[in-house]
Structure formats: C-alpha cells, structure tokens
Nanobody, 127 residues
C-alpha cells in the first residue's frame, strides 16, 4: 500500500508561482509512474501532468504546457509540480496519483490507470 500526501497549495495572484510536492510512502516509489490531476468546483477531475518512473518521459495537458513542470526525486520519494504564470482558471484541488502499471501513450492521461491518490491540496489563483 502506498500513501500519497500533497503539500504546497495556497492562494496566489495571477502571474504568480507555486510548487506542489507529493510525498510517497513505501519502498517502490521509484518504480511508479506519477501524475497530477486537478478538479475545479462543478467539473470533472482532469489530467495535468505525468512523469515516468525514470523521469525520461513527461506529459502535460495543453492548458498547462509551457507553464507547469513535473519532476521527481526518487531518493526522497517525492514528485513535484512547479506552476508558473498561474491563471485564475488554474484554481482547483490538485491531486497526486501513482500508477503501478507501465504506462504508454494515452495511458498517462487516464484516471483509471492510477492506483493511488492523495487527499488533494487547494490552489486558488486570484485575478
């Protein structure tokens, strides 16, 4: 069993930056594919970014490409989401997710491919 705990959310003005962290328990973190999803009020949870176990592959939603960067430190069992140039439409609860599967292609974007989820951290961007 893996537990994921997000941190780093908060209130920021448009154009500002935040860095989210997701700390994972367990010895097999380095073999997991990791992702970030978000859910705004009244909307479905949507894919934001993902990273392969080795960090060789990263994927981004079009809405965040060029502004957000996902990274991981396997020695610290932690995955990060650096968010720059934040917009009010980025306001949401951000969830960290982990997958035991070998992800390819569109797998990265699918919620059903992720086995473990954190409790979420609120990000609010004011205009």
């Amino acid at each position: 069993q893996v537990q994921l705990v997000e941190s780093g959310g908060g209130l920021v003005q448009a154009g500002g930056s935040l860095r989210l962290s997701c700390a994972a328990s367990g010895r097999t973190f380095s073999s997991y594919y990791m992702g970030w999803f978000r859910q705004a009020p009244g909307k479905e949870r949507e894919f934001v970014a993902a990273i392969s176990a080795s960090s060789a592959i990263t994927k981004y939603a079009d809405s965040v490409k060029g502004r957000f960067t996902i990274s991981r430190d396997n020695a610290k069992n932690t995955v990060y989401l650096q968010m720059n140039s934040l917009k009010p439409e980025d306001t949401a609860v951000y969830y960290c997710a982990g997958s035991r599967e070998y992800l390819t292609g569109t797998d990265y974007y699918a919620r059903r491919m992720y086995d473990y989820w954190g409790q979420g951290t609120q990000v609010t961007v004011s205009s």
